[in-house]
């Protein structure tokens, strides 16, 4: 900005556009602040625009490591392509930019609804994904070339100064972007609609550059053109915003059907339950009010079904407590209550804390009638204690603690599935390293460990990495796993209709090998079964556990390296 100005040529016959001075209705100097504004704007709304395009594709998709590589790629290599295209423009750059800012904030703007409507009405949403990638890295590229041309229109300066300007103001404007999506944005506006208000503001910086600052460089004709576009684009994009929730309560009922009642964005995931309404609807097998059985679903995923919740939460929790004592108890996760409800059948649990994230999850299974039902209210039972903390942080702030804490007999890890990217750290050796060192002599730490069957390495992964710190492992199964209860990077809209609840065999059945995977383990082997005093399950018997652990014992996969922080191996 401080760079003396270059000689000017004027009165040359035939010189190009781009090397003519522009005349301003301001003076030289506020003009060249006002196109260095226009840059800062632009670039603070491409990056939302990606920001964007990764958060939407890691919810609708999954694998937060896969999604950010394609935009970020696909992008990058689209800006290049972006920049050549636009040396055609340069002879008319003001009406180039502003053809190219009106693009950019219609398909930046609509992207975020695009994508969701993909998903919801066609099942998948990578084609989508990948093609607004390459548009808006193709118009975000065409940017700076013709920036640069109109910036040295306003006065002449040496070709380092003007870039060093005009990339200080990109790069400036890029920050504030990227700190306004995460923490204003989507907080306030969500995902759909701050996207949308994000287009209606690069459309206003773009037209009131071109169309005002540079009025005098267009003619009647392109002046007219680019008024039209950008009003139609400021409609379309005011329309959006107005459809925005209406838009998304159909697209959420073509993805969840007519059933959803409770759909919220709790700052953490998005949280939907559907079914659960009528008398006893929620509460499990065999029991369907006319609200259908409740279901619960954490950004898109099935985490709850109650045709089948029963079976999954029974293994998961009563051969970890027949092992051995189980007066203290911790789970990890298990924000539903459902874990904490089969805990709290054993009359000798004496206390049980429960560390969960997601202060929504919580607050549902507290409030709302039919999950509360289905987690007989244990939540509200004064032997419980709820943290709400990262599960990681809280185990390695009870060994930064001054006083080593009392040990638990009994650990639930009731984890999303370590196929998402998110959770690989909660499957990771560090994180079961923390874990052991908060078990009893005798105690038993008890993990959700995936599909074994449709994921096996993933499943035996885990069960590697359990062992790693010293544990002895005894890996087991259980059939009736709904086939839309998956933790994989891939993701369908298509409705698949859950497995029965009551298959009763852990061999498998054709075409309905679906099982949920389990790792129990403790200091020594620890003993597997039911304890003979428990209260009896209501579906699940000794034989079956002994099938599903003789059955996982012929599949083991050897040799599988442990899963760390620096190298999870969850996503291979």
């Known amino acids: 900005m401080i760079d003396p100005p270059e000689p000017v040529l004027t009165g040359v016959p035939g010189l190009p556009e781009a090397m003519t001075p522009a005349r301003l209705p301001v003076p030289t100097g506020l003009g060249r602040l006002l196109v260095l504004a226009v840059v800062f704007v632009c670039a603070a709304c491409g990056l939302v625009y990606e920001l964007?395009?990764?958060?939407?594709?890691?919810?609708?998709?999954g694998d937060s490591v896969t999604q950010a590589s394609v935009v970020l790629s696909v992008m990058v290599f689209a800006m290049g392509i972006g920049a050549l295209l636009a040396k055609r423009l340069r002879c008319r750059a003001a009406v180039g930019f502003g053809a190219v800012e009106a693009g950019l904030a219609l398909v930046g703007g609509s992207s975020a609804m695009a994508l969701y409507a993909c998903f919801a009405w066609f099942g998948q949403s990578r084609s989508a994904l990948v093609g607004f990638s390459l548009a808006i890295g193709i118009l975000i590229g065409a940017e700076v070339p013709l920036l640069m041309t109109l910036i040295q229109r306003v006065?002449?300066?040496?070709?380092?100064?003007?870039?060093?300007?005009?990339?200080?103001?990109?790069?400036?404007?890029?920050?504030?972007?990227?700190?306004?999506?995460?923490?204003?944005?989507?907080?306030?506006?969500?995902?759909?609609?701050?996207?949308?208000?994000?287009?209606?503001?690069?459309?206003?910086?773009?037209?009131?550059?071109?169309?005002?600052?540079?009025?005098?460089?267009?003619?009647?004709?392109?002046?007219?053109?680019?008024?039209?576009?950008?009003?139609?684009?400021?409609?379309?994009?005011?329309?959006?915003?107005?459809?925005?929730?209406?838009?998304?309560?159909?697209?959420?009922?073509?993805?969840?059907?007519?059933?959803?009642?409770?759909?919220?964005?709790?700052?953490?995931?998005?949280?939907?339950?559907?079914?659960?309404?009528?008398?006893?609807a929620g509460a499990g097998r065999g029991r369907k009010g006319s609200g259908g059985p409740l279901a619960l679903y954490l950004d898109g995923r099935l985490r709850v079904s109650a045709e089948t919740e029963y079976r999954y939460h029974e293994a998961l929790v009563h051969p970890a407590m027949a092992g051995g004592?189980?007066?203290?108890?911790?789970?990890?996760?298990?924000?539903?209550?459902?874990?904490?409800?089969?805990?709290?059948?054993?009359?000798?649990?004496?206390?049980?804390?429960?560390?969960?994230?997601?202060?929504?999850?919580l607050r549902l299974a507290r409030t709302d009638p039919g999950l509360s039902r289905l987690n007989h209210h244990s939540l509200s039972d004064p032997r419980v204690h709820v943290v709400t903390a990262d599960a990681f942080d809280w185990l390695r702030q009870q060994g930064l603690c001054g006083r080593r804490p009392?040990?638990?007999?009994?650990?639930?890890?009731?984890?999303?599935?370590?196929?998402?990217?998110?959770?690989?750290?909660?499957?990771?050796?560090?994180?079961?390293?923390?874990?052991?060192?908060?078990?009893?002599?005798?105690?038993?730490?008890?993990?959700?460990?995936?599909?074994?069957?449709?994921?096996?390495?993933?499943?035996?992964?885990?069960?590697?990495?359990?062992?790693?710190?010293?544990?002895?492992?005894?890996?087991?199964?259980?059939?009736?796993?709904?086939?839309?209860?998956?933790?994989g990077p891939d993701r369908t809209a298509d409705p698949v209709p859950p497995v029965d609840g009551e298959v009763p065999a852990a061999a498998p059945v054709a075409g309905r090998d679906r099982?949920?995977?389990?790792?129990?383990?403790?200091?020594?082997?620890?003993?597997?079964?039911?304890?003979?005093?428990?209260?009896?399950?209501?579906?699940?018997?000794?034989?079956?556990?002994?099938?599903?652990?003789?059955?996982?014992?012929r599949d083991r996969l050897p040799g599988l390296p442990a899963s760390t922080l620096m190298h999870p191996r969850y996503l291979d």
């Open 515 to 553: 099982y949920w995977g389990f790792v129990l383990a403790a200091r020594h082997r620890p003993r597997f079964g039911l304890a003979s005093d428990a209260p009896p399950p209501a579906g699940l018997t000794p034989e079956e556990l002994q099938a599903g652990r003789r059955g996982e014992a």
């Open 155 to 280: 006065r002449r300066q040496d070709a380092g100064g003007a870039v060093a300007d005009l990339f200080a103001a990109d790069y400036v404007g890029a920050l504030v972007g990227g700190l306004a999506f995460p923490f204003l944005l989507l907080p306030s506006f969500g995902q759909l609609t701050g996207a949308l208000l994000t287009g209606g503001v690069n459309a206003v910086a773009g037209g009131v550059l071109v169309l005002w600052l540079f009025r005098h460089d267009l003619s009647a004709r392109a002046r007219w053109a680019l008024l039209a576009a950008n009003a139609l684009v400021l409609a379309l994009l005011a329309a959006g915003m107005l459809l925005a929730t209406p838009f998304e309560r159909a697209a959420r009922q073509a993805v969840y059907g007519s059933s959803a009642r409770v759909a919220v964005q709790t700052g953490v995931q998005e949280v939907v339950l559907t079914g659960g309404t009528g008398a006893g």
């Open 406 to 487: 009392a040990p638990y007999d009994v650990i639930v890890s009731d984890l999303p599935d370590p196929g998402i990217a998110a959770s690989t750290k909660l499957y990771s050796q560090e994180f079961y390293g923390l874990t052991a060192r908060l078990l009893a002599p005798d105690g038993r730490l008890v993990v959700h460990a995936g599909p074994p069957v449709e994921r096996a390495r993933l499943y035996w992964t885990v069960e590697s990495t359990v062992r790693s710190v010293g544990l002895a492992t005894v890996p087991y199964r259980l059939a009736g796993r709904p086939a839309s209860f998956y933790g």
């Open 52 to 61: 964007e395009l990764v958060a939407l594709a890691t919810y609708l998709v």
């Open 325 to 361: 004592p189980h007066g203290r108890v911790l789970v990890l996760g298990g924000g539903d209550g459902l874990a904490v409800r089969e805990i709290l059948r054993h009359r000798s649990v004496r206390s049980v804390t429960v560390v969960e994230l997601d202060p929504g999850v």
